[in-house]
């Protein structure tokens, strides 16, 4: 006959028992809703650990990579809600279209979604059109000058605030800077330093700037109020880069060589 501890702990242990499978269902109920795993994610051929590719078969990238890593440890599948930068992400947070992303955060953000740890951070910078004979800072920040920055994005805003002559616009898409530039149709380009680093590479006689005007922090997000949800990303993205989840994920996105940077 058990003794009245063991029936108390066999009373704490059948508790715990039928509180997991609950906890669970609420989980999913908060960051699966529709029985899917929506990941947003935001289009460039330029790639790197915030930006995604579009493939033959779907697509590329470090949150692609994550994303289903998340959903298997959910259980779920996992689908991808395309947008063309991380201004349209952060648009949709309110909207219901998507319950995770990782991207750049910064306060205007933080009223908008929540976010868990940072994995990336990024030096953020200009590349200068073929041909210019700018060489720093001081001389893009000049009357006249046409830089151009992805729209509504945290890059965007901080130019906006580096530059006080210089004219900021942004566009819709890195496609559509791209051609600007190449074309000789805008003075410079506002990025991280190693997309435009690759960027230099496909359009001759463009030159990256030295310095740096700000750094970009990436990190998962999630939708304001979905607490359960944070605290399984924070989880997910604590063990990813100590299981090598997070690695791997840079390895077979083209940045073997990359650091992982935290802070």
Do not use: C
Not at 22 to 29: F, V
Not at 51 to 58: D, L, V, Y
Not at 88 to 115: C, H, Y
Not at 120 to 134: C, F, Q, R, W
């Amino acid at each position: 006959m058990p003794t009245p501890l063991q029936s108390a702990l066999a009373g704490l242990v059948l508790a715990a028992m039928v509180a997991m499978p609950a906890l669970a269902d609420a989980l999913k109920d908060e960051i699966a809703p529709t029985g899917k795993l929506r990941v947003a994610i935001a289009i460039s051929p330029a790639g790197g650990a915030f930006w995604s590719t579009k493939t033959e078969s779907g697509y590329a990238g470090v949150p692609v990579d994550l994303g289903k890593a998340m959903a298997a440890q959910l259980g779920v599948s996992v689908e991808y809600v395309v947008h063309q930068n991380s201004g349209q992400i952060t648009d949709a947070a309110g909207k219901g279209t998507w319950n995770v992303t990782w991207l750049p955060r910064d306060p205007e953000r933080e009223s908008k979604m929540m976010f868990g740890p940072i994995y990336e951070v990024a030096d953020a910078t200009y590349i200068v059109k073929p041909g210019s004979a700018v060489t720093n800072f001081a001389g893009l920040d000049q009357p006249g000058v046409k830089v151009a920055a992805v729209n509504a994005t945290t890059t965007m805003r901080g130019a906006i605030a580096h530059l006080k002559n210089a004219t900021v616009t942004g566009y819709q898409t890195y496609d559509e800077i791209f051609s600007l530039l190449k074309n000789g149709e805008i003075d410079a380009f506002a990025l991280s330093r190693d997309q435009l680093n690759k960027m230099a590479l496909q359009i001759p006689g463009t030159r990256v700037l030295d310095e740096t005007f700000k750094k970009t922090f990436t990190a998962v997000a999630v939708p304001l109020g979905h607490n359960q949800a944070l605290a399984f990303v924070t989880k997910f993205m604590t063990d990813a880069r100590t299981n090598g989840t997070l690695r791997k994920a840079y390895d077979n996105n083209g940045l073997k060589d990359a650091p992982i940077r935290t802070e």
